[in-house]
């Protein structure tokens, strides 16, 4: 049987989140002050996550949980992660207007990113041919 806690983690799990982009980019822009001022090898423990949560919903009268905004951060941070990987690299680049890194073919074809992980970073990722 289930103990409450474990129910409660479940069903926020369960719930979609509903970021509206200016809430979003405020959350973002908090984690780059904050990572900015941080020594360089440091990173965000759970006590950053719950800063950040009680400055969003003071800021905006919203009622984010702390593993809502780990969860919406640390889905940003993988996908940037995703794009400073193969921004660099040979025929990449980042178009600015469309917002999309720019991959050519012989870069795609070496990447040993599977089909699934592509799909879901779809809208961050333009081929190019």
Known sequence: MLRARELRKLEVQIQATNWPPAI???LLDWFIEKKLSMPPKSVF????HTTCTSAVNAKYGTTYTVDQVHRHWRRHKDTWGLVA???NESGGGFDYDTKMLT???STLTELSVSISCLNSHA???HYLK
């Open 85 to 87: 990987k193969h921004m």
């Open 24 to 26: 979003s980019e405020y």
């Open 45 to 48: 423990k759970k006590m950053h």
């Open 123 to 125: 809208s961050y990722i």
């Open 103 to 105: 991959l050519s073919n």
